[in-house]
């Protein structure tokens, strides 16, 4: 089968496979050791659904932040399934709403020294996040939160304002919540004015969750992989035309395995 790897992929911080995905790629870490990574080596992390690969074809800021990234699970069963059907096999399907308390749990469980900071959500939920994190873990594991504006991203002091809040708070791991593609992008650009935060990760909407500020599916649902279709259910307005959108990833994945896909931002 022909491949297209129109770029060079890097190869990944650990003993993992990590296999090309259009114009990215996709890494395929058992979950444990990925937990024991990020706990001990960090990293610039984000995970991948359609959502992100329609970005991808449009947005050079955001594909640039993504070639910048040190691991990148996939936050879509249908993403894992076109994978493997063109020979590039991912085992696990790793989401960011999964991957988040999962984390914090191991590094409580494991004593690790993991300081969280949230940033992102609206105004006061992240601390909400905060306060039920850590009352979930009788420790204090999240050591600030953050709830920006809208206008955030494009407000130079309310970022230097953000900047200053996660320096002071003594945070070595930083979790974005703005949505695709801000928080990437975001997080890219600001990565090296926070020498001291070593994990980075965008978490889409798992502030809200944490908060409980929005409920997930219900847990036979993920395991049925229709978690999107109660989302739709839920938010028709605003989840109904960005699944049917996002379709494209299949016609792009058929391309792929034709060989015949190209990088539109090349």
Not at 29 to 40: F, M, N
Not at 237 to 258: C, G
Request: glycine share 6%; aromatic share 8%.
């Amino acid at each position: 089968m022909r491949m297209t790897t129109p770029f060079h992929i890097p190869a990944p911080p650990a003993a993992w496979p990590r296999h090309p995905l259009l114009n990215v790629w996709a890494d395929d870490p058992e979950p444990g050791a990925l937990l024991d990574h990020l706990c001990h080596q960090g990293g610039l992390v984000f995970t991948i659904n359609p959502d992100h690969l329609y970005h991808l074809q449009r947005n050079r800021e955001f594909l640039r932040a993504y070639r910048q990234a040190d691991v990148i699970t996939v936050d879509s069963h249908y993403v894992r399934m076109a994978l493997n059907r063109m020979g590039r096999p991912i085992h696990h399907h790793i989401t960011g709403s999964d991957l988040v308390p999962r984390l914090i749990a191991h590094a409580s469980t494991h004593d690790v020294d993991l300081r969280v900071f949230l940033l992102g959500a609206q105004p006061g939920v992240a601390q909400r996040a905060l306060e039920r994190i850590n009352a979930r873990h009788g420790k204090r594991l999240v050591v600030g939160a953050f709830g920006p504006s809208m206008n955030f991203i494009r407000d130079a002091e309310e970022t230097a304002h953000a900047l200053r809040l996660i320096r002071d708070s003594g945070a070595n791991a930083l979790m974005v919540g703005l949505g695709a593609p801000k928080q990437e992008i975001w997080l890219a650009r600001w990565r090296e004015a926070l020498p001291d935060v070593k994990l980075l990760m965008g978490v889409g909407a798992t502030i809200d969750y944490e908060a409980g500020e929005v409920v997930r599916a219900p847990v036979w649902m993920r395991q049925m992989r229709m978690e999107w279709l109660y989302r739709v259910l839920s938010e028709p307005r605003r989840y109904l035309m960005r699944y049917v959108r996002n379709t494209e990833f299949l016609h792009l994945m058929w391309q792929d395995r034709r060989g015949r896909y190209r990088d539109p931002l090349a």
